[in-house]
């Protein structure tokens, strides 16, 4: 079951204005144009999250089990 919440925002009349004319281009509605919008930035945002950590520590020069045994190991101190 799809969960849906309405909200209200304030656009800019500029921005109103180019979302109407992708909804009038797109036969959609103004509501799913900005659902699409909103869709793609969480995608992309959720994504570059993933990307900027990946390989974090490609360029150190470091064991990265040693380091870990390191940091464990100041626990018990």
């Not at 849906?4 to 992708?22: F, Q, S, V, W, Y």
């Not at 969480?42 to 950590?53: F, G, I, L």
Request: proline share 3%; no cysteine; hydrophobic share 35%.
């Amino acid at each position: 079951m799809l969960s849906h919440m309405r909200t209200i925002i304030d656009i800019p009349t500029p921005l109103l204005d180019e979302i109407d004319t992708l909804a009038e281009r797109d036969k959609v509605s103004r509501a799913e144009v900005v659902r699409r919008a909103m869709t793609e930035y969480a995608e992309k945002r959720r994504s570059s999250r993933a990307d900027a950590a990946f390989g974090i520590w490609k360029s150190r020069n470091v064991d990265a089990t040693g380091y870990e045994d390191d940091l464990r190991g100041e626990w018990s101190k």
